[in-house]
């Protein structure tokens, strides 16, 4: 293992005892109202502690180990996204190409080659896909075919990559180090689904999108988009090489697309009829309703700090 810089350690440390408050809040509802069924959310505060172990490891033994770690999370999402979109039995050949994209887009992130991450997916697969349908010979469903083969590609590896690369940047903040943008990413998503989730219970009244998802209220997306900017604009000094306006620019990036991302997969689900995209994760679904709102805020605050900072 390697050392981490203090300032990441002490924000792993923060998301620890935040879980560990957590915990303890449900363990007291939970003797106090035993009438009351809690399984749902002893289901997911035990997933929390199992996803913030396999991530801070994964982040504490190297940055090799965290890109490998990243990339296991795309063929993940892949996998669980092409399980629940229909597709043509003669598309498995083209499939094949998108997961081999996955261990060489990982490769460019490893050797730091920018230009390649950068243009790999979005213009080498997107030009080569529909030629590896077209050799197939099916024309049926050929643009249905190449629009969610495409799609994917981009959700599940080319957006996920982003946060390996991150770990690549040369490091401007000695004291948070490389893993500081990535935590500061992770947070602050996180805390946006849940400070969105909040303010939404606590005053929601006006629905944003209720075709969509019912319970997004405008309180609730206002609520979360403040919320955020703010912490973040005192966060990203800390773990970022960000300053604090800066820092309040990314928060409020993060918070609008992360509600994008949340509802843009919400949308997929409501048109296949499915109310999760998988099972792995007990009480929160698949990987992809967990990784929703980073599919969106891990490329935009990525370019945002490239943009700003290199």
Do not use: C
């Not at 390996?164 to 893993?179: H, R, W």
């Not at 997004?216 to 990203?236: D, M, N, P, Q, R």
């Amino acid at each position: 293992m390697f050392s981490i810089e203090q300032n990441s350690l002490n924000g792993m440390i923060a998301v620890i005892l935040v879980l560990l408050i957590s915990t303890l809040i449900y363990l007291y509802k939970q003797n106090k109202n035993k009438e009351v069924d809690y399984t749902e959310l002893k289901l997911r505060i035990k997933s929390w502690w199992w996803m913030i172990a396999i991530v801070f490891i994964s982040l504490s033994f190297s940055s090799q180990t965290a890109i490998i770690f990243f990339a296991f999370l795309s063929f993940l999402a892949l996998k669980e996204f092409l399980s629940i979109i229909s597709i043509r039995h003669v598309d498995r050949r083209a499939i094949f190409w998108v997961y081999l994209s996955i261990p060489l887009q990982y490769y460019w992130v490893s050797i730091e080659w920018y230009g390649m991450f950068i243009i790999f997916i979005p213009i080498f697969l997107f030009l080569f896909i529909p030629i590896r349908l077209v050799i197939i010979g099916e024309t049926d469903g050929f643009i249905n075919s190449a629009s969610v083969i495409h799609w994917a590609a981009m959700l599940t590896v080319f957006s996920i990559s982003h946060i390996a690369y991150l770990l690549t940047l040369p490091v401007q903040n000695s004291l948070a180090g490389s893993i500081g943008p990535v935590l500061f990413l992770l947070f602050m998503t996180q805390f946006n689904d849940v400070s969105q989730y909040v303010f939404g219970k606590l005053f929601g009244k006006n629905k944003i999108i209720p075709k969509v998802s019912p319970n997004k209220t405008w309180e609730g997306f206002i609520g979360g988009v403040v919320t955020v900017t703010l912490i973040s604009g005192l966060v990203a000094p800390y773990l970022t090489s960000l300053d604090m306006l800066y820092g309040f620019l990314a928060g409020f990036l993060i918070s609008v697309f992360g509600f994008f991302g949340d509802v843009v997969i919400s949308s997929l689900k409501r048109d296949i009829k499915i109310k999760d995209t998988g099972t792995l994760i007990p009480g929160h679904g698949g990987i992809l309703d967990r990784l929703d709102s980073l599919l969106y805020t891990a490329p935009i605050f990525f370019h945002f700090l490239y943009y700003v900072k290199y």
